[in-house]
Every structure is written in structure tokens, then in C-alpha cells.
């Protein structure tokens, strides 16, 4: 089954500055999908990778997904204390079909003022 | 506004008893999902429908039942044969197109304590 491992677990940084969260697959992916969570709620969808080499930003936030396929990183760009809470990737593990996602244990990113 | 409800927020039972968890959806879509999320884990799937009256086991669908009578909700039912029900639950719904990836939208999620 395809796993996916999420690095670093947890992020401190300071308010402003610029930070990446990884998310690497052990299969190829054939969607990826990155989430934000605020503790004790659901998920919020963010931007959504399917092409070798395809990146979107919304806003300060850049996802890029590598020529592989194997691996995502979400970047923010000055970081904002609103921009703190838990980010998930999750993967379509299956071509086709129901999307059985897989995902990520989740990077827990707090901003410091 | 469309949107997915799960109800209640918080839920607690004794040891032994089934519960069910409620989640409904207004947004018109085929497909809806139930996770299970543990502290510091990412979610695991539980079960999925694509279609009314059907329905698939996830990963961890072992002491869980579902079913979806209706296309506007899809309800879980935690049974006593789960070993380990404390979590948090999220159900989400996408739209079903066969071979194109929709993006899943999430409830608030249901934290089941079992005492």
C-alpha cells in the first residue's frame, strides 16, 4: 500500500519568515493533495497536484509536486500567525475510481510573534 | 450555503455500547468517505460509498458499519467489537467522475470518547 511520510512532524517559526513542509511517497502519485487543519476541526482544502513539475500558489502558499511524482513540498512565504495549524498531504492511491486517499501523518506548524 | 455537518461535536459512551455518528451533505455529491483521525497520526479510511446503497471497507473497517440510504448521508455506527473507538472522526464527500481526482471536502468531525 502506498505510504506517505511528512517532514519535518513539527515546525516553530518566526512570525515573517519562509518555511517548507515536505510529503514523499513510497509509489508514484497520481494526485496529491494538501490540507490545513486547526486543531479539533476538519480539514481545509488547499491546492490540489497531479502533473510531473506542476506547482499553484494561492495567496502566500506554493505547492510543487517533482518530475517523479514522488514527492510535494508546501511552501509559505512570510509567515502569518494565521498560517499556523496542522498541514496534511494526502494521496489518491488508486488510478481511477473511488479516491481512496492515503495520508501523511500531518506537520504541526506553529508561528512565534 | 452547501456544506457537510457532523453531529454532535463531542460524544461520550461507556465501554461496550454502539454509536452512531451522523454526517449529511448538501453539496449534491456521490461520494462520501469516514476517517478516523488519532492524535499525531494523519487520517485512516474507514469506509467509503461511491453510489447510494453501496458501499466499500477502507484500511481500518474492522468493529464499524455503515450505509447510505440516502445520498445526503452516510452515518457510522462504531460497534462494541471496536478495540480502541477513542478518535476523532471526520466524514468528507467528493464528486464521483470516474478516472478524474476531485478534491474531498471535510466535516467538523465528531471526538468519541469511550469511557
Known amino acids: 500500500s502506498q505510504e506517505l511520510e511528512q517532514s519535518p512532524q513539527s515546525l516553530i517559526v518566526q512570525e515573517g519568515k519562509n518555511l517548507t513542509i515536505n510529503c514523499t511517497s513510497s509509489?508514484?502519485?497520481?494526485?496529491l493533495y494538501w490540507y490545513k487543519q486547526k486543531y479539533g476541526e476538519g480539514l481545509i482544502f488547499l491546492m490540489m497536484?497531479?502533473?510531473?513539475?506542476e506547482e499553484k500558489s494561492h495567496e502566500k502558499i506554493t505547492a510543487k509536486l517533482d518530475e517523479k511524482k514522488q514527492q510535494s513540498s508546501l511552501h509559505i512565504t512570510a509567515s502569518q500567525p494565521s498560517h499556523a495549524g496542522i498541514y496534511l498531504c494526502?494521496?489518491?492511491?488508486?488510478?481511477?475510481?473511488?479516491?481512496?486517499?492515503?495520508f501523511g501523518q500531518g506537520t504541526r506548524l506553529t508561528i512565534n510573534p | 450555503d452547501g456544506g457537510i455537518t457532523q453531529s454532535p461535536k463531542y460524544l461520550f459512551r461507556k465501554e461496550g455500547q454502539n454509536v452512531t455518528l451522523s454526517c449529511e451533505q448538501n453539496?449534491?455529491?456521490?461520494?462520501m468517505y469516514w476517517y478516523r483521525q488519532d492524535p499525531g497520526q494523519g487520517l485512516r479510511l474507514i469506509y467509503y460509498?461511491?453510489?447510494?446503497?453501496?458501499?466499500q471497507k477502507g484500511d481500518i473497517a474492522e468493529g464499524y458499519s455503515v450505509s447510505r440510504e440516502k445520498k445526503e448521508s452516510f452515518p457510522l455506527t462504531v460497534t462494541s467489537a471496536q478495540k480502541n473507538p477513542t478518535a476523532f472522526y471526520l466524514c468528507?464527500?467528493?464528486?464521483?467522475?470516474?478516472?478524474?481526482?476531485?478534491?474531498?471536502?471535510f466535516g467538523p468531525g465528531t471526538r468519541l470518547t469511550v469511557l
Open positions: 494526502g494521496a489518491d492511491g488508486v488510478r481511477g475510481g473511488a479516491q481512496k486517499l492515503v
Open positions: 460509498s461511491q453510489i447510494v446503497n453501496d458501499f
Open positions: 497536484l497531479q502533473k510531473g513539475g
Open positions: 468528507a464527500s467528493s464528486i464521483f467522475s470516474g478516472r478524474a481526482l476531485n478534491e474531498q471536502f
Open positions: 453539496l449534491n455529491h456521490d461520494a
Open positions: 509509489k508514484t502519485l497520481y494526485g
